[in-house]
């Protein structure tokens, strides 16, 4: 071999976890000591015989491995969420969930109607970000005052000194292995006698003393070291073993070579770049630190196996020295090679996965070294954790990044392991156990620094229910977090990387924790009180695919929101956030849910588990189905706490289903389906901002609306073809069943709406409140309609309508009438298309708006609950909770527009009011299922 690499350092420090709790912990407070230490540097300590800012050789990204096909491992807990790397991207949409029935009279059976639980968002509270972050001092620890920037840091700066856990195999063992390959066999200093002997007595003549033969190590030695990531539990050891048998032979006679398996041959790595050709040479021996791909691929294997047979075709005498336990022994690879085990012991048949023991031996570190790790598994004995878990433990899906600096558990992983480590129930782990794991984790890190044992601290005081003592001291712990909330106040509003850095680590701390730890550390709820005013609250989605929900982010969009005047002073303004329905048709499966948030995680339980898992937020989080058997699911947030229920079959539907707008439920009424959505509880608005287009002074000011339960509504108006089934006739002007009705009074649906309640049990419908209407027509979005602001460019012409709503500029353009009303006089001026008969049309003709309700703007205008007077109160401005309907005047509210308006009226803020016993060709309505908002806490009341 050409070159000659230093054996006490065959690779450089490896780079640290990219993702993780441990991660914020060391970035961010060395970044800290950088900026406010005068003078400091940026250099930080590196592990003893390491290279400072190197990495270690790599393959190529050409060069891609196929990922080691594991055995399954099993998991204590059934809640932990799957990791966004292990989801495709259009993961597959169960076909099971959008089931019709094909005869509306015929009940469905409850099985066939729903292989998947249809679940509906039932209830979402929010909490007010102001008043989250209102108050300034809980429990006196929240500090007020501003902190300096040169404020010395309440603990050591982090540093990547890692300490070196116990050996695989002690030396005092191996060598006498090692040297039986390695050796060689010399004539020492000491006279053989009894050779010497016996050519005396042969008459021989003694030219020179024949001299005692010694075994001794090999003059030259070659060794291959493994550098596979897959190993990096074992480096250490590598290295190790590299600087023992250099001290042997002599730094001059080892020649060390790192090889990985790539493209199904073993390469030598000289600068990243693989060289195919590894010389070797027959005299001398070679040591081969591998696991000659047992735990790799089948090419990696097969290159391996290629390999050594080449060697022992050129009769190079080999030995390798594997990590790798009996259970996933290769006896093929192993014969070729000459391997032997490095660490002795362990046992074929284990009685529980090794990784699952290993993963709840190390949950409490937030950072888990590779020399820790070994510390860790040590304390179990071989036969239950081998060496084969440390490498294992990489590929599990509850670890977000294993590498030479450590490994990190995903946020909601960790807890559920923290719970698992603590509990006290059967085949829980010895309480001297636990009290070694502590002492472990406190003696590796008590020396990193960057406040990584005072979390270890805290999350161990939150999680364990014993008198077992932390691994650092409690005070200091407490110290550092409320130093942490202080510094989040101070910095609030700041836009320095300091600022992001500090609130970064702070997050990534408290979604650490378990959900218990609020109350159990105080300290906590400090930290989430200034993250609050220094988190930006967004909303997000929940779409189910399959029987995964998956969480994104929406976009947030911020309008006006007028406040009351009062005493002649000005009307102060003040921003809404709110967003649209969750439809997205570059996603699968069907929206669920919404909710919004400031701090970037959220708190999943369950009837079993009142106390919830709590998930790191982020964008394409995947939260598990609750089991079939559970009825309800409650998510929360700092903002928000949603109640999601599994919907059972009520006596009135016939059919029901999920889609693309969310979930859908059907009845029937002498063959004619009337199909309903569920809308559900969130955020809106009422009425429209001054500049919007078209605008009337009745529609503002804009008002705030928060809606804590959700309702059913007809996703299009009250056909003929209903009125027909359950009245007996029909008034319509333009007559055809799929048309809406009209000429119909606001008496004639309170009429029409007790029959059909009667002909359909259960059902229960009534006329939508004015306030219902416009949040379902609006589906969350705050313009003129759902698809943005109207550009009115003449009266009968606004081409953003044209693809949602039939109104003045398009109700004749393919007229499918004999004749309709006539579109010649004046009032008709400035159509956006030519055509001279108009007239109502068919339903479901125009797009639906985000929540699947079709002909929400234009066609008929639709009736309403409330009862009002001439002219219409403006709305109340601010913020308002689950308004009830007006329920005193002489006139009756609609809303929508109609075919026969003008294209200002076809807005989401318009407001009509008419009699209740007027009817005419343009004035229709639709149904809502649901209690009156607003009734029973004013009966109470």
Not at 117 to 136: C, H, I
Not at 166 to 176: D, Y
């Amino acid at each position: 071999m050409e070159g000659q690499a230093r054996p006490s350092s065959p690779r450089t420090r490896p780079p640290r976890a990219s993702v993780g709790l441990a991660d914020h912990l060391l970035e961010f407070y060395h970044f800290h000591h950088e900026e406010t230490a005068p003078g400091s540097s940026s250099q930080v300590s590196a592990p003893a015989g390491s290279t400072p800012n190197a990495d270690p050789p790599d393959i190529p990204s050409n060069q891609q491995t196929e990922r080691p096909q594991q055995p399954p491992v099993p998991s204590p807990d059934l809640t932990g969420s799957v990791p966004p790397f292990q989801l495709r991207p259009r993961p597959d949409f169960s076909s099971g969930e959008d089931i019709a029935d094909e005869d509306p009279n015929m009940d469905l059976p409850i099985h066939p109607m729903a292989p998947l639980p249809l679940w509906q968002l039932d209830t979402l509270e929010f909490t007010d970000p102001d008043e989250a972050a209102s108050k300034e001092t809980i429990d006196g620890l929240l500090v007020n005052k501003p902190v300096a920037q040169e404020e010395p840091l309440p603990f050591k700066p982090a540093s990547f000194a890692y300490k070196s856990g116990p050996p695989l195999r002690p030396w005092s063992r191996l060598w006498p292995q090692l040297r039986q390959t390695l050796g060689a066999t010399l004539p020492g200093r000491e006279v053989n006698l009894p050779a010497l002997l016996e050519q005396v007595c042969r008459g021989a003549v003694v030219r020179s003393f024949p001299k005692v033969k010694r075994d001794v190590w090999a003059p030259r030695v070659a060794i291959w070291v493994d550098d596979s990531k897959r190993l990096f539990p074992v480096w250490n050891d590598q290295i190790d073993v590299c600087t023992r048998v250099s001290d042997a032979c002599g730094y001059d006679a080892v020649h060390v070579t790192v090889v990985r398996a790539a493209r199904g041959q073993i390469c030598e790595l000289t600068a990243g770049h693989p060289s195919h050709a590894v010389q070797v040479e027959e005299q001398v021996p070679l040591l081969v630190l591998s696991d000659l791909g047992m735990f790799g691929t089948a090419s990696d294997r097969a290159a391996w196996l290629e390999t050594g047979r080449t060697l022992q075709h050129l009769g190079v005498q080999v030995l390798a020295l594997v990590p790798v336990p009996h259970r996933s022994w290769d006896v093929d690879l192993a014969k070729v090679w000459n391997a032997v085990r490095w660490e002795p012991g362990g046992t074929s048949t284990p009685s529980a996965h090794p990784v699952v023991s290993l993963l709840r031996l190390i949950a409490p570190a937030a950072l888990v070294e590779p020399g820790l790790l070994r510390a860790l598994r040590k304390l179990l004995p071989t036969h239950q954790v081998d060496v084969g878990a440390e490498i294992e433990l990489a590929q599990h899906p509850d670890v977000a990044a294993a590498d030479g600096s450590g490994v990190v558990l995903r946020s909601e992983a960790s807890i559920r392991w923290r719970r698992a480590f603590a509990d006290a129930n059967e085949e829980a782990l010895p309480q001297e156990v636990k009290q070694k794991v502590s002492d472990l984790i406190g003696s590796y890190h008590s020396d990193l620094g960057g406040g990584l044992v005072e979390v270890e601290t805290l999350a161990w005081a939150a999680t364990q229910v014993n008198e077992l003592a932390p691994p650092g001291d409690v005070n200091q712990a407490n110290q550092v977090a409320q130093w942490m909330a202080s510094q989040i106040q101070a910095r609030e509003g700041e836009r320095s990387s300091l600022a992001a850095q500090v609130r970064t680590f702070a997050n990534t701390f408290v979604a650490a924790l378990p959900s218990e730890a609020e109350h159990q550390v105080p300290v906590v709820r400090s930290i989430r009180t200034a993250l609050t005013r220094s988190w930006e609250p967004h909303w997000w989605g929940i779409r189910q695919v399959g029987r995964r929900w998956l969480v994104f982010r929406l976009p947030n969009v911020d309008y006006p929101v007028e406040s009351t005047s009062s005493g002649g002073q000005p009307k102060p303004i003040h921003k809404h956030r709110g967003t649209a329905w969750v439809v997205d048709e570059t996603r699968p499966g069907s929206p669920v849910a919404w909710f919004m948030a400031a701090l970037p995680q959220v708190t999943m339980s369950t009837p079993d588990n009142p106390r919830g898992e709590v998930y790191a937020l982020r964008e394409g989080l995947v939260l598990p189905l609750p089991s079939s058997t559970y009825e309800t699911c409650t998510l929360h947030t700092d903002l928000s706490t949603l109640t999601l229920t599994a919907w059972k079959r009520e006596s009135w539907a016939k059919a029901a289903g999920r889609d693309q707008y969310g979930l859908w439920a059907e009845a029937g009424v002498k063959g004619v389906k009337v199909k309903f959505r569920w809308i559900p509880p969130g955020k809106s608005v009422l009425g429209s901002p001054e500049g919007e287009e078209g605008r009337f002074d009745d529609e503002g000011p804009v008002t705030s609306v928060t809606w804590t339960r959700g309702w059913w509504m007809m996703e299009t108006p009250v056909t003929q073809a209903l009125w027909q089934a359950v009245m007996g006739n029909n008034r319509s002007r333009f007559r055809s069943p799929n048309r809406p009705v009209e000429k119909v009074s606001w008496d004639d649906c309170k009429e029409f709406t007790e029959q059909l309640n009667d002909l359909v049990p259960g059902l229960n419908v009534r006329l939508p409140t004015e306030v219902e209407w416009e949040t379902a027509c609006r589906a969350g979005i705050s313009t003129a309609t759902w698809k943005g602001d109207l550009k009115i460019l003449g009266a009968n012409n606004a081409p953003l309508l044209d693809d949602i709503a039939w109104y003045g500029g398009n109700c004749g353009v393919a007229f499918d009438l004999k004749d309709g009303h006539p579109t010649t006089e004046s009032w008709w001026k400035e159509k956006q298309h030519e055509f001279s008969h108009g007239s109502t049309r068919e339903v479901k003709l125009k797009q639906p708006n985000p929540w699947g309700l079709y002909d929400m703007l234009g066609n008929v205008w639709e009736w309403c609950l409330d009862e009002s007077d001439w002219p219409l109160k403006t709305h109340p401005g601010g913020n308002v909770k689950n308004p009830a309907p007006n329920s005193a005047g002489a006139i009756r509210v609609l809303r929508g527009g109609s075919w026969y308006n003008l294209a200002r009226y076809v807005r989401a803020a318009y407001r009509l009011a008419l009699v209740p016993a007027y009817e005419y060709d343009y004035v229709g309505f639709r149904l809502v299922r649901g209690p009156i908002p607003g009734v029973a806490e004013r009966r109470r009341s």
